[in-house]
């Protein structure tokens, strides 16, 4: 059995994109004596990836200090904490200060500020402020970790901060961030060491692993999701708002939680370019097969999926589903009414990761139809007709050119909450929208007019504020972080340590590293590196102008739209115009 040695020597390899301690034998010992892990059953790991193994390869100890902010709210993350000694804090209230957590607070300018902006802009790029010193409120800083040199932020006078702000403690034994590891949604608070506490992170990968060979593994890991998320994120969906709380009990100890897909799908999409849409198609991971009879409702938790259906020997792309959408409904209800078993009309897949919930198909025909208003019911399906090589009711279902659909889909364009498109039988290429830019921007523009193209529409490089946003994995700041405003993906200069983890993360290379100066074109150099100053720069979709996109705005030719890519509706109204 490959396990660690009884050498007690410290080592260090990458974990992610930093530097942490290795587990050591003793560490992994400690562990496994430790419920939940005490409770796993070993000989059902297969040889290939015994358990010992799994948590040395997908763990690492953490020391954590008095203060140090382990995880903050709003934050993307991919691995799940488990403590091993010491206690944390969850902060309850959210009057923890934005800049507190690397952030900054974005006011939208008035029209006067607006105007005055293009003369009051420097004449240098990528001019900055000097760091300015934060006054009042809560204001966290930074240190070095003393075994692991990782930079981490932390909250001076943290009894002051117990006393003062709402938390509730962690203490060992106990997991959190696991729902945000395995679904990959928002850390939905911020958590910070009470005490000088030793922590295990472990890596999506292994908590995966550990949860398909143990059964009690994967049951005390989701029980701690349906106690913590599950109830109230089924009853936001209009399925089953009408339930009563006791059937809504009953449904989510029932719903099962699967994930399909890599979820660090970002560095493998960047070398797809030139595989053909069947390769692609090929290679994304079958969710649900098209003829199969239906014994689950699936609703997409987190992720995208692609809707297809079967034409002679290849697949065509009816819809891309997202967080919130249902597939199988449509047969479900057909079923129901007729009391005949509807096999499935459409195949569903997985675009690079996607995180399902599994609802017993009897559980919905029993509890939920009967509760559901007319509003909510979906439409009838059509009638097939098994004589014909495609579908009509395909034909009248498919609101946007199947081409331009299959473009979306595969090349994650889906993911863009508000993705740059250009008309180019519109464009004539004045520039208008770059210099546009650049005026809202300090002189520098924020995103580059060219881009992967179908037909006559460009997919400009500019930030597109996704849904999935793998850029803010692994910042150690918190520079870049979603707006309080309308969510928009924003990065703060005055925490940004040029450390390049977001565009290395960026799938689609819409963020850059720039050499920063000041208003007399001196560059600012690292005093320990002696190098130039990097920080990351992107479109941060105008939200401090009052027009709003200033790009979009100035376009004479009404040739450009910044637009959420889950309106498919409106989508396809824009591309036919």
């Known amino acids: 059995m490959n396990i660690p040695t009884h050498d007690d020597k410290l080592e260090f390899s990458m974990f992610g994109n930093s530097l942490e301690r290795k587990m050591r034998f003793k560490d992994v010992e400690k562990v496994l004596e430790i419920s939940p892990f005490s409770n796993i059953d070993a000989s059902r790991f297969p040889a290939s990836k015994p358990l010992e193994k799994l948590i040395t390869d997908d763990a690492r100890m953490h020391t954590y200090m008095p203060g140090d902010i382990i995880i903050r709210r709003g934050d993307y993350g991919t691995s799940a904490f488990f403590i091993i000694r010491g206690t944390v804090r969850v902060m309850l209230s959210h009057e923890l200060d934005e800049q507190a957590m690397g952030r900054k607070a974005t006011k939208r300018k008035s029209w006067s500020q607006a105007l005055s902006q293009i003369w009051r802009n420097h004449d240098e790029s990528e001019y900055r402020d000097p760091v300015k010193t934060q006054t009042g409120g809560l204001q966290t800083q930074t240190r070095l970790a003393r075994d692991t040199h990782e930079l981490r932020s932390f909250l001076p006078n943290v009894n002051s901060v117990i006393d003062e702000y709402k938390t509730i403690p962690i203490r060992a034994g106990q997991f959190f961030g696991e729902i945000a590891a395995l679904s990959r949604t928002p850390r939905t608070a911020t958590i910070?060491?009470?005490?000088?506490?030793?922590?295990?992170e472990?890596?999506?990968?292994?908590?995966?692993?550990?949860?398909?060979?143990?059964?009690?593994f994967r049951e005390d890991i989701d029980q701690i999701y349906r106690e913590r998320s599950l109830k109230t994120h089924l009853a936001e969906s209009p399925l089953f708002r009408r339930l009563k709380s006791v059937d809504l009990d009953k449904?989510?100890?029932?719903?099962?939680?699967?994930?399909?897909?890599?979820?660090?799908?970002?560095?493998?999409?960047?070398?797809?370019?030139?595989?053909?849409?069947?390769?692609?198609?090929?290679r994304e991971p079958l969710?649900?097969?098209?003829?199969?009879?239906?014994?689950?409702?699936?609703?997409?938790?987190?992720?995208?999926?692609?809707?297809?259906?079967?034409?002679?020997?290849?697949?065509?792309?009816?819809s891309y589903l997202g967080t919130g959408d249902v597939f199988g409904l449509e047969e479900l209800?057909?079923?129901?009414?007729?009391?005949?078993?509807?096999?499935?009309?459409?195949?569903?897949?997985?675009?690079?990761?996607?995180?399902?919930?599994?609802?017993?198909?009897?559980?919905?025909?029993?509890?939920?139809?009967?509760?559901?208003?007319?509003?909510?019911?979906?439409?009838?399906?059509?009638?097939?007709?098994?004589?014909?090589?495609?579908?009509?009711?395909?034909?009248?279902?498919?609101?946007?050119?199947?081409?331009?659909?299959?473009?979306?889909?595969?090349?994650?364009?889906?993911?863009?909450?508000?993705?740059?498109?250009?008309?180019?039988?519109?464009?004539?290429?004045?520039?208008?929208?770059?210099r546009a830019c650049a005026s809202a921007h300090d002189g520098n523009p924020r995103f580059a007019r060219h881009g992967k193209t179908f037909d006559h529409v460009m997919v400009a490089n500019a930030?597109?504020?996704?849904?999935?946003?793998?850029?803010?994995?692994?910042?150690?700041?918190?520079?870049?972080?979603?707006?309080?405003?309308?969510?928009?993906?924003?990065?703060?200069?005055?925490?940004?340590?040029?450390?390049s983890n977001c565009a290395n993360n960026c799938p689609y290379d819409n963020i850059r590293m720039v050499e920063v100066g000041d208003e007399s074109g001196e560059t600012h150099f690292d005093l320990d590196t002696e190098l130039p100053r990097l920080q990351a720069t992107k479109c941060n979709l105008c939200l401090d102008q009052t027009t709003g996109p200033a790009c979009q705005y100035a376009c004479p030719h009404d040739a450009l739209i910044r637009t959420d890519m889950r309106n498919t509706k409106e989508l396809a109204q824009w591309f036919r115009r």
């Open 192 to 200: 910070f060491a009470e005490n000088v506490c030793q922590v295990m």
């Open 202 to 216: 472990i890596r999506w990968q292994g908590l995966r692993d550990i949860r398909r060979f143990s059964p009690e």
């Open 333 to 434: 209800v057909k079923s129901w009414k007729s009391k005949k078993n509807v096999a499935l009309q459409h195949t569903l897949r997985a675009l690079g990761y996607v995180n399902v919930l599994r609802v017993p198909a009897q559980m919905i025909e029993q509890m939920v139809l009967p509760q559901l208003g007319a509003e909510d019911m979906p439409d009838e399906l059509p009638e097939r007709q098994s004589t014909s090589s495609t579908w009509d009711y395909v034909e009248k279902a498919s609101v946007m050119n199947e081409g331009f659909m299959n473009f979306i889909a595969s090349e994650r364009v889906s993911n863009g909450k508000a993705t740059m498109l250009i008309d180019l039988n519109r464009c004539t290429g004045c520039d208008d929208c770059v």
């Open 463 to 499: 930030c597109m504020h996704c849904v999935d946003p793998v850029c803010m994995l692994g910042c150690p700041t918190g520079a870049i972080h979603r707006t309080a405003l309308n969510g928009e993906v924003e990065i703060s200069t005055s925490t940004c340590i040029g450390c």
């Open 287 to 318: 969710i649900a097969q098209e003829g199969d009879y239906l014994n689950d409702l699936l609703l997409i938790r987190a992720g995208f999926a692609r809707k297809s259906v079967q034409i002679n020997h290849g697949h065509r792309t009816l």
């Open 251 to 282: 449904i989510v100890n029932a719903t099962q939680f699967e994930s399909y897909g890599d979820f660090d799908w970002y560095p493998e999409y960047k070398g797809t370019d030139s595989e053909s849409h069947t390769e692609r198609i090929a």
